[in-house]
C-alpha cells in the first residue's frame, strides 16, 4: 500500500506526488535535523554544505524549494540565492544566525521569499515550507485563469494577469511574496490591515510569532516601490496609499 504523509496542518504528500527540497546549510546537526522533518513530512530531500554545491545541486536536481543558511562556505548563501534564481526562480527560505534586519532585508532583495532566524522551531520550519509551496500553486493557477485588467492606483500598475508591477510606467521586480503581499494591500486601497491579517492572507501562517516576517517584507517592498506608498499605522499595521482623488 503507499503510504502518505501528513504533516501537523493537515496537507497531505504521497511519494508519488513529493516535492523535492534542498537543505544548503554547513552544520551537520543542523541539516540532519531539517532533512529528517522534511522527509517525516513527505518530502524528497537533498543536502549541500557549500555554496558551489548548493549552485550544482540546484541545477542538477531541479528542487521545488530552495532552503539556505547565508553563512557559508565557498561563497555565501545570498551569492548561491544570486545564481539559483538566475537559472530558474523559485522559492527560497533563507536561515540566518543573527537576527539582523540588515541581513533580513539583503536576502528579501536577491530573491528570498522568507527567512528564519536561528535557533528555530522545526514545526514552523515545517510549516512555513507548506506555505511557500502553497504559494508557488497558487500563482500558477492565478497565471493560468488570471483576472482581467490592470489596477492603476495613480503611478502604480499592478497587473495580474502577468504579474508584473510597474511604477512611472518602469517595470519593478517583485518576488512572489512581495506581489502577493502588494496585492493584499491594493484590494482595499487605504484601508489598515494588520500584520497578523497580513500574515493570514499572504503567508496563510495565523502564529502571530511570524509578524517580523511581515514588516520585513513590507520594508523590501518600500523599496522597491516607494516608501510613500505604504503607510505604517503604529501597533496596528499597514496601508497602501492612494492619490486622492
Request: overall charge negative; aromatic content about 4%.
Amino acid at each position: 500500500m503507499e503510504q502518505t504523509h501528513t504533516s501537523h496542518n493537515g496537507s497531505t504528500a504521497t511519494p508519488g506526488a513529493q516535492r523535492r527540497v534542498l537543505v544548503v546549510e554547513d552544520d551537520p546537526t543542523i541539516v540532519d535535523a531539517i532533512a529528517a522533518r522534511l522527509r517525516a513530512e513527505g518530502f524528497l530531500v537533498q543536502t549541500a554544505q557549500d555554496g558551489p554545491a548548493a549552485v550544482d545541486t540546484a541545477e542538477a536536481w531541479q528542487p521545488d524549494l530552495l532552503i539556505l543558511d547565508i553563512m557559508l562556505p565557498g561563497f555565501d548563501g545570498l551569492e548561491v540565492c544570486r545564481r539559483v534564481q538566475a537559472q530558474r526562480p523559485l522559492p527560497v527560505m533563507m536561515l540566518t544566525a543573527r537576527d539582523d534586519e540588515t541581513d533580513m532585508l539583503v536576502g528579501l532583495g536577491v530573491g528570498a521569499d522568507d527567512y528564519m532566524t536561528k535557533p528555530f522551531s522545526m514545526r514552523e520550519l515545517a510549516a512555513r515550507v507548506h506555505v511557500l509551496l502553497r504559494r508557488v500553486e497558487r500563482a500558477a493557477l492565478a497565471a493560468a485563469t488570471p483576472r482581467s485588467g490592470i489596477l492603476r492606483l495613480g503611478e502604480l500598475e499592478i497587473d495580474h494577469a502577468q504579474r508584473r508591477v510597474r511604477v512611472r510606467s518602469e517595470d519593478v521586480h517583485l518576488t512572489p511574496t512581495e506581489f502577493d503581499l502588494l496585492v493584499c494591500l491594493a484590494n482595499t486601497p487605504r484601508a489598515v490591515l494588520s500584520r497578523e491579517q497580513l500574515l493570514a492572507e499572504v503567508w496563510d501562517w495565523a502564529d502571530a510569532s511570524g509578524t517580523r516576517t511581515v514588516d520585513s517584507h513590507i520594508k523590501a517592498l518600500r523599496r522597491k516601490i516607494g516608501a510613500e506608498r505604504i503607510r505604517t499605522v503604529h501597533g496596528v499595521g499597514y496601508a497602501l496609499e492612494t492619490p486622492t482623488p
